[in-house]
T-cell receptor, first 112, second 113 residues
Framework: DTEVTQTPKHLVMGMTNKKSLKCEQH?????MYWYKQKAKKPPELMFV???????INESVPSRFSPECPNSSLLNLHLHALQPEDSALYLC???????????FGEGSWLTVV | AQSVTQPDIHITVSEGASLELRCNYS??????LFWYVQSPGQGLQLLLK??????LVQGIKGFEAEFKRSQSSFNLRKPSVHWSDAAEYFC???????????FGKGTKLSVKP
């Protein structure tokens, strides 16, 4: 079982809103990731959590705030986003950093 | 810096025909290589991976890929394409220990009936 579950599937938010994307895995994986994918582009890494600690932040603007409450959950808090932040946000996990990465179905975000 | 090149942006094949999608990588050491598939509006599904050992790796859905160090390539193949294989295919390399996948730009596969 290689399931990574993301909610919500679709989210529309205004530029002044605060919202969160949620990700859950019950595979015992100790590394979790957020990737961003713009239309017709490949995914790009945003954050890596290793053993619940932030290990990589790929120079992501502070309007994106990740959180890893426990080893199964990963959140992405969104505040004051811009229309250009509209994209598919993919959560992923692996047993350890550097091992095979398994992706969720993604959350489609539209900023209006 | 690591990089991945997928030379073909869009490929169209007839159903039942064979398929080869090209991938070239740039990395100093032995890379970890992956092929993922993405159907429209969906997440990425892992097709296969290469870490070490046998250079011909088998994946799901009848796909295979061959690692050729001399050519810095990791091409994806399938002997007989099905209409359901129409999707975007991404080759990726993970050269570090932190799990930072570097993706190619993707190849869109269309299948003619």
């Amino acid at each position: 079982d290689t399931e990574v579950t993301q909610t919500p599937k679709h989210l529309v938010m205004g530029m002044t809103n605060k919202k969160s994307l949620k990700c859950e895995q019950h595979m015992g994986h100790r590394a979790m990731y957020w990737y961003k994918q713009k239309a017709k582009k490949p995914p790009e890494l945003m954050f890596v959590y290793s053993y619940e600690k932030l290990s990589i932040n790929e120079s992501v603007p502070s309007r994106f705030s990740p959180e890893c409450p426990n080893s199964s959950l990963l959140n992405l808090h969104l505040h004051a986003l811009q229309p250009e932040d509209s994209a598919l946000y993919l959560c992923a996990s692996s047993t350890e950093p550097g091992n095979t990465i398994y992706f969720g179905e993604g959350s489609w975000l539209t900023v209006v | 810096a690591q990089s991945v090149t997928q030379p073909d942006i869009h490929i169209t094949v007839s159903e039942g025909a064979s398929l080869e999608l090209r991938c070239n990588y740039s990395y100093g050491a032995t890379p970890y290589l992956f092929w993922y598939v993405q159907s429209p509006g969906q997440g990425l599904q892992l097709l296969l991976k290469y870490f070490s050992g046998d250079t011909l790796v088998q994946g799901i859905k009848g796909f295979e890929a061959e690692f050729k160090r001399s050519q810095s390539s990791f091409n994806l193949r399938k002997p007989s394409v099905h209409w359901s294989d129409a999707a975007e295919y991404f080759c990726a390399v993970d050269g570090g220990s932190q799990g930072n996948l570097i993706f190619g730009k993707g190849t869109k596969l269309s299948v003619k009936p």
